[in-house]
């Protein structure tokens, strides 16, 4: 810390450490983390995401290899990938099969694959979480918490097949993946896990990841994310492009909300 900025900390903290201004404070706070690239999802553009499929274009990542989109749900982002002249081939996860008949009919319209499995650290029959009466939706979890607890709903269990990346790269003959997306709702770590020999191999050339309050239920934290991908450098998504997040740091990378992160291979 400089002696600018170490002024400028005590200046701040005399001032404004007061309990009057305690909900100020917080605002200024919230209103940082998206300027930080956090809690922006109101769409593609102020997600980041089309900003980051521009540069992953500009810089020929998406000119070989395969996309896989764990978690597709209704397959809204492999639909964004074809709107955006994304012409690799795409394997769409979704093992909730009230999602999976909507997906199957948006792989058939904009030619992707349909895949009605999920991804994890084993292969497995188990069971995902979602509304009772409302299945099939985004937010459908491993983690019955997501659905009983953040969102205060009473939960439906849904009986579905999980596969794993490196199993699913085998059985396909995988031999490069441009870009591994993952949204499964605080599942992210096990898909990793399940994908840890094609990433050693150095099959892997992409991750994006949501990170978001889900991870405090699996236990999951961002140190976690960085230590199952060596020699990947990470990035925040923000409305312009990305920003390296640079060396790790507790305070500025363990922020439970949502927030688009992508690792790139060096």
């Known amino acids: ?11 701040y903290v005399f001032l404004f450490a007061r309990k009057a201004l305690y909900s100020v404070n917080l605002l200024i706070y919230k209103l940082s983390m998206r300027g930080l690239g956090v809690m922006n999802y109101e769409n593609d553009h102020v997600s980041g995401e089309s900003a980051f499929i521009k540069y992953m274009k ?16 209704v397959g809204h982002y492999s639909v964004m990938l074809r709107q955006k002249n994304i012409h690799l081939p795409i394997y769409a996860f979704e093992p ?17 694959v349909a ?44 009986t579905i097949d999980i596969t ?20 499964t709702e605080g599942h992210e770590l096990n ?8 990433i050693a191999n150095g099959l892997i050339n992409v991750v994006q990841i949501e990170f978001n309050e889900m991870n405090v239920i699996s236990r999951t934290f961002f140190k976690d994310i960085i230590d199952i991908l060596p020699g990947y450098r ?33």
């Open 1 to 11: 810390m400089n002696i600018v900025t170490d002024t400028l900390r005590k200046v």
């Open 58 to 73: 500009a810089t020929r990542k998406l000119d070989t290899g395969v996309v896989l989109d764990v978690g597709a749900n």
């Open 96 to 112: 909730h099969p009230v999602a999976y008949s909507k997906l199957e009919k948006a792989a058939s319209a904009h030619s992707f």
């Open 115 to 158: 895949v009605p499995r999920g991804a994890g650290n084993r292969p497995e029959r188990t069971v995902i979480y979602d509304y009772a009466g409302n299945t099939g939706s985004e937010h459908a979890s491993m983690y019955r918490e997501v659905i009983s607890g953040f969102r205060d709903s009473e939960v439906a269990e849904v």
């Open 164 to 183: 794993t990346i490196d199993e699913f790269i085998e059985e396909k003959g995988i031999t490069e993946v441009a870009l591994l997306k993952i949204d």
């Open 191 to 198: 898909v990793l896990k399940g994908a840890a020999t094609s």
């Open 234 to 266: 990470f990035y925040r998504l923000l409305p312009d492009g990305l920003k390296e997040m640079g060396k790790y740091n507790a305070a500025a990378f363990e922020i439970f909300a949502f927030q688009n992160i992508v690792a790139i291979r060096d």
